[in-house]
């Protein structure tokens, strides 16, 4: 299967800061997807790309498709307590008619007040 | 409102007895899909429908089973074969389609002692 690489594993941050984190890939993605994890919930998508150099925000959340289509960042500004939680990147099989997502492993994100 | 309704939302049994997962949907989506998240390892598709009467196995299927007797429903079956099936168990959703973004339940926390 594809390999998402994602960076960082996990961040502990001020109130108020900003975040970053990104993901890579060894091919080409047509799509990139983020996910928000709630502790003991499902993932909530927060962003979908769907073409090469795509910047695209939601909220205090924005997301780049990056042009060589292998990565992707997210970015969030001035971060609250809620926004704690797992943020996982995602992708889909290029080889699939079906929407098969693959997924990094996710950054922990942890924001102290 | 349309969701993915995953029952229950903890279930413990002893190790050797099968268990089955519960997952409905009423957003009308064609596909469904069962992930396995444990800590630090993101999402791993454990098996998926593209439509009633078909799956295929994802890729860890092994001491799992899964039918699709209709569109809304996709139970899956944890077999005494599974050597750690202690983990969360997500199900998930989408419209047909390779771009098309997953919509989570909000899982099944399964613990075997």
């Known amino acids: 299967g594809q390999q998402l690489n994602q960076s960082p594993q996990s961040m502990f941050i001020q109130e108020g800061e900003d975040v970053s984190m990104n993901c890579t890939s060894s091919?080409?993605?047509?799509?990139w997807l983020w996910y928000k994890q709630d502790p003991g919930e499902g993932p909530v998508l927060l962003i979908a790309?769907?073409?090469?150099?795509e910047l695209t925000s939601n909220g205090r959340l924005t997301a780049q498709f990056g042009i060589t289509r292998k990565d992707s960042f997210l970015n969030i500004s001035a971060s609250i307590p809620s926004d704690v939680g797992i943020y996982f990147c995602a992708g889909p099989d290029r080889g699939s008619t079906l929407g098969r997502l693959y997924f990094g492993r996710g950054t922990q994100l942890t924001v102290w007040p | 409102d349309g969701g993915i309704t995953q029952s229950p939302k903890y279930l413990f049994r002893k190790e050797g007895q099968n268990v089955t997962l519960s997952c409905e949907q009423n957003l009308n989506h064609d596909a469904m899909y069962w992930y396995r998240q444990d800590p630090g390892q993101g999402l791993r598709l454990i098996y998926y429908s593209q439509i009633v009467n078909d799956f295929q196995k994802g890729d860890i299927a092994e001491g799992y089973s899964v039918s699709r007797e209709k569109k809304e429903s996709f139970p899956l079956t944890v077999t005494s074969a599974q050597k750690n099936p202690t983990a969360f168990y997500l199900c998930?959703?989408?419209?047909?389609?390779?771009?098309?973004?997953?919509?989570f339940g909000n899982g099944t926390r399964l613990t075997v002692t």
């Open positions: 091919s080409i993605f047509n799509t």
């Open positions: 790309l769907y073409k090469a150099g």
């Open positions: 998930a959703s989408s419209i047909q389609g390779s771009d098309s973004p997953l919509h």
